[in-house]
């Protein structure tokens, strides 16, 4: 499992990260906020960037903070 932090406007959020070869897929978490998702291997970067990106408005008050954490989020995904 790795941890990271994002930066955001308003604050720094913990991203837990782990990674499960055996089922082809990375389950993704923030406490902060009480999300958590699964990503499998063959989602393309498009449009799960665009999932995420909905399932962050409501989080967030900033749609800049919304896109900023989804692309992080790709981006640390696929380089696991």
Known sequence: MKIRKANLEMDTVSVYIHENKKEEQTL?????IKWSTIIPYEENNTSLTRRLEMEFQ??????????????????WVREM
């Open 28 to 32: 993704v978490a923030i406490p902060s």
């Open 58 to 75: 409501s989080a967030f008050n900033s749609s800049e903070d919304a896109t900023h954490l989804s692309l992080k989020l790709v981006q």
